[in-house]
């Protein structure tokens, strides 16, 4: 299996980032599962990476995942079946990590609702059990901190994704308003990305047609964009929804700068959609990768709320307002700038007339 993955110039910085995180938390070595583990892969690997200073990354698949190595980044000697407790205490113990303090990212005490799955309850109990002279701590918010600012490889990846996802709401809007249904404009719009996205829709019954885009360039970065396409008919509930969710992504974008705290921009857009009447139930604005999401819901809080944001930050803004049983989604992908923030794909800004 042959996967493209970034550079070596990008393994290394992220190799860095990790000894970087081992020096500020004082532990001698560092697990990574779920999304983590494919930072330090540079692919999708659905592994566990255990790190150290000065050598290279033990990667722990499941049984019969991969005969070679996932990525060009991992030699095939540091790849290994042993995604359970015996395969991690084994690999602890090579690397003389069964005495010492060691960083894990993924069994925080809390979900901090990103994406990527945390340590299962049991596989991690077993650990336990089994190396019980070693001390684990949780390192997720240090770890994001150091990864929230992306590089400049990673922002070209995700500008040329952006691209893909961008093509494919043109293509679906094209075709809606040419009077295919939502099914053959998803389809076309499929098919336009080339094998780069993945397309969901659902059209509902007030006139609107929802899709959600999230595209990709194979290469260890993603664009997630959301649209929603209003009919062409007259919908007071759809148009009224629109300007409530135009108007929060506006709000956000404009407080969107270096310095500004998170929870400041997520409250801008949560009064936005308040002031109109409406609600949501979905984040409004999320961080790539996952791990500061806003805007949940009235009951659930801002993760990050107190994180200022930093040029190289990326962040996926998909304004939500339901009024009645309409609901509209728009946005796209924003990375803030040294003086702005910068809209990857603004044509999903807006509510989209077919």
């Excluded at 809390?110 to 799955?117: D, I, R, T, V």
């Excluded at 829709?201 to 047609?209: F, I, L, N």
């Excluded at 609600?279 to 819901?297: D, E, L, N």
């Excluded at 996926?316 to 794909?345: H, K, N, S």
């Amino acid at each position: 299996m042959h996967i493209t993955t970034l550079s070596d110039a990008e393994r290394t910085r992220r190799h860095r980032l990790a000894d970087q995180l081992m020096d500020a938390e004082s532990v001698a070595g560092l697990i990574a599962y779920g999304e983590a583990a494919d930072f330090f892969a540079g692919a999708t690997v659905g592994a566990l990476v255990l790190l150290t200073r000065g050598r290279p990354p033990t990667v722990l698949v499941g049984p019969g995942r991969w005969p070679a190595p996932p990525t060009p980044w991992l030699a095939t000697a540091d790849v290994r079946e042993g995604l359970h407790a015996y395969g991690i205490a084994d690999a602890l113990g090579e690397h003389d990590l069964d005495r010492s303090t060691v960083g894990v990212i993924g069994i925080e005490a809390f979900s901090p609702l990103h994406h990527g799955a945390t340590m299962p309850y049991t596989l991690w109990a077993d650990v336990l059990r089994l190396v019980p002279a070693a001390t684990f701590v949780p390192v997720w918010r240090p770890f994001l901190l150091l990864t929230l600012a992306r590089s400049e490889e990673e922002l070209g990846e995700l500008a040329a994704a952006a691209s893909v996802g961008e093509t494919v709401a043109r293509t679906m809007v094209g075709r809606l308003r040419s009077g295919d249904s939502a099914a053959e404009a998803g389809a076309a719009a499929l098919a336009a990305s080339g094998g780069r996205a993945t397309v969901s829709w659902a059209p509902s019954g007030d006139g609107t047609v929802l899709a959600d885009v999230v595209s990709g360039t194979g290469r260890g970065a993603s664009h997630h964009l959301t649209a929603i396409t209003a009919s062409g008919t007259s919908n007071p509930e759809v148009d009224r929804a629109g300007v409530a969710a135009q108007s929060a992504y506006a709000a956000g974008l404009r407080l969107m700068r270096a310095g500004t705290p998170f929870g400041a921009v997520a409250e801008s857009m949560r009064q936005e959609i308040a002031g109109a009447g409406g609600t949501h139930r979905t984040p409004q604005i999320s961080s790539v990768p996952a791990g500061i999401i806003g805007g949940c819901g009235p009951d659930l809080p801002t993760i990050g709320y107190d994180i200022a944001l930093a040029p190289g930050m990326v962040f996926t803004v998909a304004a939500t307002c339901q009024i009645g049983t309409t609901a509209v989604r728009l946005g796209g992908t924003v990375v803030i700038g040294a003086d702005r923030a910068v809209e990857l794909a603004p044509f999903t800004r807006q509510l989209l007339h077919v």
